[in-house]
């Protein structure tokens, strides 16, 4: 009877055991999701002959930003990406290089993986700082295609010197542009997501990453 006791309570802690380890894969999101790919330019579906005319440009629909990080849940790795499309700002465009640029991100209006996530808004404090802000500080040259901006960044309250790698095009009546600065979550003050338990793990550091679409204004 002994045995067969000891049995049953061996048999009930495994259960309650796997049990647990089925509730916390719930919990923390089970495996990685499949997070979108990385932002880049579309491909190209009519040619619009010309260059950008000088002036100014705005930001418009079809812009997207957000940020890009590893996770790791169960041994298994994958992305976490935030994403929005409230976006605003402008660009002056001098010849063939812009000579001037601010962009608004709305970080409050950000989904991760397609879902609002309540973990990212309180690591990104949004109530207080529900926007970032990039500053261009120095001309790039949009007849190069590729290129690195200098400018500023300001995220969760801090304002740090940044250079952003993008690609652009442009016609004479668009400005494409798409790129990442990389962004080590420490250097903004930022206290990485919790609630990912024993279980999974978010790296500490990523990218900001967008695709910008600019009309004249």
């Known amino acids: ?43 190209a579906t009519t040619i619009t002959t010309g260059k950008p005319r ?43 290089r812009i000579t001037a640029a601010e962009c608004i991100l709305q970080l409050d209006a950000i989904t991760v993986n397609g879902e609002p996530s309540k973990q990212f808004a309180d690591s ?24 690195q901006a200098p400018g500023r960044l300001t995220l969760h309250g801090v304002t740090r010197a940044v250079r952003v790698t993008f690609t652009s ?3 004479t009546a668009t400005v494409e542009a798409t790129g990442s600065v990389p962004i080590v979550l420490a250097d903004w003050g930022i206290q990485p997501p919790r609630g990912y338990g024993s279980l999974g793990s978010l790296a500490d550091h990523g990218v900001a990453e967008f695709y910008l679409h600019l009309t004249p204004a």
Request: proline share 6%; glycine share 12%.
């Open 54 to 96: 000088d002036g100014t440009w705005a930001v418009g629909p079809g812009s997207v930003a957000g940020f890009r990080l590893s996770e790791t849940t169960l041994g298994r790795e994958g992305d976490v990406a935030g994403r929005t499309n409230q976006i605003s700002g402008t660009a002056t465009v001098t010849g063939d």
């Open 1 to 43: 009877m002994k045995r067969r006791s000891r049995r049953r309570r061996t048999l009930w802690a495994v259960a309650a055991a796997v049990t647990l380890l089925v509730l916390t894969v719930i919990l923390i999101g089970g495996t990685p999701q499949a997070a979108p790919p990385a932002l880049g330019l579309p491909s």
């Open 124 to 147: 990104l404090n949004t109530a207080d700082f529900p926007t970032a802000t990039f500053t261009l500080t120095a001309p790039v040259d949009l007849a190069a295609g590729a290129a």
């Open 169 to 171: 095009r442009g016609s």
